[in-house]
């Protein structure tokens, strides 16, 4: 079921796509601020590198060091190249493809250059969303090079380069083709919605975390909605680091998963539920939680402890929205809309929560 929910949201987002750019990207380009081990910045000049025949007419958007190799972020990668590594991709290649051929920089498919051998891709969408325009990305590492900190580096190195347009608007081909128009709206955030899964892919979300991403939420099936730039609205990170513990516990053996259980009660604790983005990740954690550990004593024990020692205003709002009862309206740090969240507590959530509820009564 988890990965049936999983699998929609990919095609939701997959046909969610907009009119072609006509921004460019030049061949001189700098890194600006740290990665992951040892990476230094420098300034790209107008040399030609002798590659394979399928890398043939990139174009280098910046470069750097990592780990001692020469890594370069590029673009106009050949139709040909995807297709032959579409056994390597999370994705259809035809959405690859798709992409390649209308989108034009920021946006689009790069790739990760690491001593004359592209690495991975990096597809970035740029998406109308409930009046928002987002930059949804999606990342591939070929094979052999995943695990090697490639990963982040590719999420790091496009976030720089796609950030410089957040806030602002983006000149696109108008609807006719014919001449060019403003987008509806700025650019608002780059959106990943990171398949974390409870803790079993927790290596992922690990990895945009340190590309610079934040957490919004957590929504049902365990998907992690992550943005960047990171700003107050996003997850702390004291919150954020006792996710991952609980992920590093989710992603071992299954006897000792029950490790995790006061590292999540402790998001629960830290959580607004005057923000519907707070609301979703109570909903889905609880969700997974009940249906995990609910048998257990020690599990049965630590919610009761979760619940007698809320404030009095959460309790009240829990109380509220297990009656479908809805509160007053309250300012929103992250619009729901723009995630595309409920933002509600499902029925089974709702049950279970009134049962303990009661019990304080």
Same mark, same amino acid.
């Given at each position: 079921m988890?990965?049936?929910?999983?699998?929609?949201?990919?095609?939701?987002f997959?046909?969610?796509?907009?009119?072609?750019?006509?921004m460019?990207?030049?061949h001189?380009?700098a890194v600006?601020?740290?990665?992951?081990?040892?990476?230094?910045?420098?300034e790209?000049?107008?040399?030609q590198?002798a590659?394979?025949?399928?890398?043939?007419?990139?174009?280098?958007?910046?470069?750097c060091?990592?780990?001692?190799k020469?890594?370069?972020l590029?673009?106009n990668i050949n139709?040909s190249f995807i297709?032959?590594?579409?056994s390597?991709l999370?994705?259809?290649p035809q959405?690859?493809?798709?992409?390649?051929?209308?989108?034009?920089?920021?946006?689009?498919?790069?790739?990760?250059?690491?001593?004359?051998?592209?690495?991975?891709?990096h597809r970035?969408?740029p998406?109308?969303?409930?009046?928002?325009?987002?930059?949804?990305?999606q990342?591939?590492?070929?094979?052999?090079?995943r695990?090697?900190g490639?990963?982040t580096?590719?999420?790091?190195?496009?976030?720089?380069?796609?950030?410089?347009i957040?806030?602002?608007f983006v000149?696109? /081909?108008?609807? @006719?083709g014919? &001449? +060019? *128009?403003? =987008? $509806?709206?700025?650019l !608002?955030y780059?959106f990943s919605?990171?398949e %974390?899964?409870?803790?079993k892919n927790?290596?992922s979300t690990?990895?945009?975390?340190k590309?610079?991403?934040?957490?919004?939420?957590?929504?049902?099936?365990?998907l992690v909605n992550m943005?960047f730039? /990171?700003?107050? @609205?996003?997850w &702390? +990170? *004291?919150r =954020? $680091?006792?996710?991952? !513990?609980a992920?590093?516990?989710l992603?071992? %053996?299954?006897?000792h998963?029950?490790?995790?259980i006061?590292f999540l009660f402790?998001?629960?604790?830290d959580?607004?539920l005057t923000q519907?983005?707070?609301?979703?990740?109570?909903n889905?954690?609880?969700?997974?939680?009940?249906?995990?550990?609910g048998?257990?004593?020690d599990?049965?024990?630590?919610?009761d402890?979760?619940?007698?020692?809320?404030?009095?205003?959460?309790?009240?709002?829990l109380s509220?929205?297990?009656?479908?009862?809805?509160?007053a309206?309250?300012v929103?740090?992250?619009?729901?809309?723009l995630l595309?969240?409920r933002?509600?507590?499902?029925?089974?959530?709702k049950?279970?929560?009134?049962?303990?509820?009661?019990r304080?009564?």
């Amino acid at each position: 079921m988890v990965r049936k929910r999983i699998n929609k949201v990919k095609k939701i987002f997959s046909n969610a796509l907009l009119l072609p750019l006509v921004m460019t990207v030049g061949h001189k380009s700098a890194v600006a601020s740290e990665v992951v081990g040892t990476l230094e910045s420098k300034e790209m000049g107008e040399r030609q590198q002798a590659l394979p025949a399928e890398q043939a007419g990139l174009t280098v958007v910046s470069e750097c060091l990592y780990e001692g190799k020469t890594c370069r972020l590029v673009t106009n990668i050949n139709n040909s190249f995807i297709e032959s590594h579409s056994s390597d991709l999370h994705l259809n290649p035809q959405v690859y493809l798709k992409l390649n051929n209308w989108a034009i920089a920021p946006f689009g498919v790069y790739g990760l250059e690491v001593d004359g051998l592209i690495v991975g891709l990096h597809r970035i969408t740029p998406i109308y969303q409930n009046g928002y325009l987002l930059a949804l990305v999606q990342t591939d590492i070929f094979g052999k090079y995943r695990a090697s900190g490639y990963g982040t580096l590719l999420r790091k190195l496009t976030a720089i380069e796609v950030g410089k347009i957040v806030g602002k608007f983006v000149r696109i /081909k108008s609807a @006719s083709g014919e &001449g +060019e *128009e403003l =987008t $509806k709206f700025p650019l !608002s955030y780059l959106f990943s919605i990171n398949e %974390w899964d409870y803790g079993k892919n927790g290596a992922s979300t690990n990895s945009s975390l340190k590309a610079g991403y934040g957490i919004a939420c957590i929504s049902e099936g365990g998907l992690v909605n992550m943005l960047f730039p /990171k700003n107050e @609205s996003l997850w &702390g +990170e *004291e919150r =954020t $680091k006792n996710l991952m !513990s609980a992920s590093r516990i989710l992603g071992g %053996w299954a006897e000792h998963h029950r490790e995790a259980i006061p590292f999540l009660f402790k998001i629960l604790n830290d959580l607004d539920l005057t923000q519907k983005t707070e609301v979703e990740t109570l909903n889905s954690l609880t969700s997974f939680m009940d249906n995990r550990f609910g048998s257990g004593p020690d599990y049965q024990r630590t919610f009761d402890e979760y619940i007698n020692g809320m404030s009095k205003n959460n309790l009240e709002l829990l109380s509220k929205m297990t009656k479908g009862i809805t509160s007053a309206e309250v300012v929103q740090k992250i619009p729901p809309d723009l995630l595309r969240i409920r933002g509600t507590l499902s029925e089974a959530v709702k049950d279970r929560l009134s049962q303990r509820l009661d019990r304080f009564k």
